[in-house]
């Protein structure tokens, strides 16, 4: 059982900045990745960002790439997502989550499916305002 907990979402305007926090305890054992992932009111849940936990190698939606960066501290264990030059489509519930994924092509890593069966946070709030 892993418990995750996010922190850091909050109210901010267009290229503003935010540091999301994930804060993870209980056996990871069995995860070999963690990632977040956003749900707007009315649309369907999307992975942002991945990190493969062992090898730390990193995985971007299009929609995020070279604006969230996705990092981790296994000591604590945490998982940050820094968001810069926020968008009012950045808008969203945003969930850390944690799981076992097959070996996938890196283009299917954020498919929904294969992260149901993982542990997942209660999300934290972020909105930005034009």
């Known amino acids: 059982q892993v418990h995750l907990v996010e922190s850091g979402g909050g109210s901010v305007q267009s290229g503003g900045s935010l540091r999301l926090s994930c804060a993870a305890s209980?056996?990871?054992?069995?995860?070999?990745?963690m990632g977040w992932f956003r749900q707007a009111p009315g649309k369907e849940r999307e992975g942002v960002a991945i990190?493969?936990?062992?090898?730390?190698?990193?995985y971007y939606s299009d929609s995020v790439k070279g604006r969230f960066t996705i990092s981790q501290d296994n000591a604590k264990p945490t998982v940050s997502l820094q968001m810069n030059n926020l968008k009012p489509e950045d808008t969203a519930m945003y969930y850390c989550?944690?799981?076992?994924?097959?070996?996938?092509?890196?283009?299917?890593?954020?498919?929904?499916?294969?992260?149901?069966?993982?542990?997942w946070g209660q999300g934290t709030q972020v909105t930005v305002s034009s």
């Open positions: 209980g056996n990871r054992d069995n995860s070999n990745f």
């Open positions: 990190i493969q936990i062992i090898k730390g190698i990193t």
């Open positions: 989550a944690s799981v076992r994924l097959p070996v996938l092509p890196p283009e299917r890593l954020f498919e929904l499916e294969y992260w149901r069966g993982g542990f």
